[in-house]
T-cell receptor
Framework: EAQVTQNPRYLITVTGKKLTVTCSQNMNHEYMSWYRQDPGLGLRQIYYSMNVEVTDKGDVPEGYKVSRKEKRNFPLILESPSPNQTSLYFC??????????????FGNGTRLTVT | AQSVAQPEDQVNVAEGNPLTVKCTYSVSGNPYLFWYVQYPNRGLQFLLKYITGDNLVKGSYGFEAEFNKSQTSFHLKKPSALVSDSALYFCAVRDASNYQLIWGAGTKLIIKP
């Protein structure tokens, strides 16, 4: 089954404790992206990747890191989480970026709480 | 600046009635417009997109959207609402400068039996 898999689904952590949220897609998609969803703010892009070893900042990259060492995986790293990073996080992928306009496929989300 | 607005936080519709979820946009150049739906505890799912051509775009689950260039709108519609249509709906436009999607804040659609 074609899917984007995020883990974990729920995560509660404390301020400053490094964490990684994993994202994997099995569709051989070139493009991957991380979003955070907060009430009333819609989706805000954190980072995106047009292909392996190519990553770019989105609208809210501060406090986050990503890597794209292989096509299928795009982990999101919080080196020193803070309470304002409490949010619902989504990973998404699409066949290609750019004007191809192929639709995004989303994971089921990771709800992160930082105390 | 490019932007998307969904003016209604929530839309309530009785089952069987037509529904409309509104979206307006501001872009430079040609707009590439999208609708996605989010069911509880799930990720977003693609519904439909407008790239070029016919102003009425048909998508999944019986939804359609009408592109209106003069009003810079891309409203989502369905002739007869189902209770199972209750969800959060997002409109998005592609940023012409970097191809990333700009998202509206979302509209919660509630269909009452």
């Amino acid at each position: 089954e074609a899917q984007v898999t995020q883990n974990p689904r729920y995560l509660i952590t404390v301020t400053g404790k490094k964490l990684t949220v994993t994202c994997s897609q099995n569709m051989n998609h070139e493009y991957m992206s991380w979003y955070r969803q907060d009430p009333g703010l819609g989706l805000r892009q954190i980072y995106y990747s047009m292909n392996v070893e190519v990553t770019d900042k989105g609208d809210v990259p501060e406090g986050y890191k990503v890597s794209r060492k292989e096509k299928r995986n795009f982990p999101l790293i919080l080196e020193s989480p803070s309470p304002n990073q409490t949010s619902l996080y989504f990973c998404a992928s699409s066949r290609q970026a750019g004007l191809n306009n192929s639709p995004l496929h989303f994971g089921n989300g990771t709800r992160l709480t930082v105390t | 600046a490019q932007s998307v607005a969904q003016p209604e936080d929530q839309v309530n519709v009785a089952e069987g009635n037509p529904l409309t979820v509104k979206c307006t946009y501001s872009v430079s150049g040609n707009p590439y417009l999208f609708w996605y739906v989010q069911y509880p505890n799930r990720g977003l799912q693609f519904l439909l997109k407008y790239i070029t051509g016919d102003n009425l775009v048909k998508g999944s689950y019986g939804f359609e959207a009408e592109f209106n260039k003069s009003q810079t709108s891309f409203h989502l519609k369905k002739p007869s609402a189902l209770v199972s249509d209750s969800a959060l709906y997002f409109c998005a436009v592609r940023d012409a400068s970097n191809y990333q999607l700009i998202w509206g804040a979302g509209t919660k659609l509630i269909i009452k039996p």
